[in-house]
């Protein structure tokens, strides 16, 4: 039988798993970053740089 995914994260030490979108990858420029923004991350960060530390 195959484990389910949460008794893999416990297994692998992952206390939290969550989505990112990949269109977001980049940093907001001349955007209010005081909002949320559903087109870029909010954060100094050079285009792909979570990809970049997510991909291992």
């Known amino acids: 039988m195959r484990p ?21 990858d980049r940093p907001c420029t001349g955007e209010d970053s005081s909002k949320a923004s559903d087109s870029c991350s909010g954060v100094e960060q050079e285009d792909g740089a979570f990809a970049e530390a997510l991909s291992g």
């Open 4 to 24: 389910s995914r949460q008794q893999s994260r416990r297994r692998e030490g992952v206390g939290a798993l969550s989505l990112w979108a990949a269109f977001r």
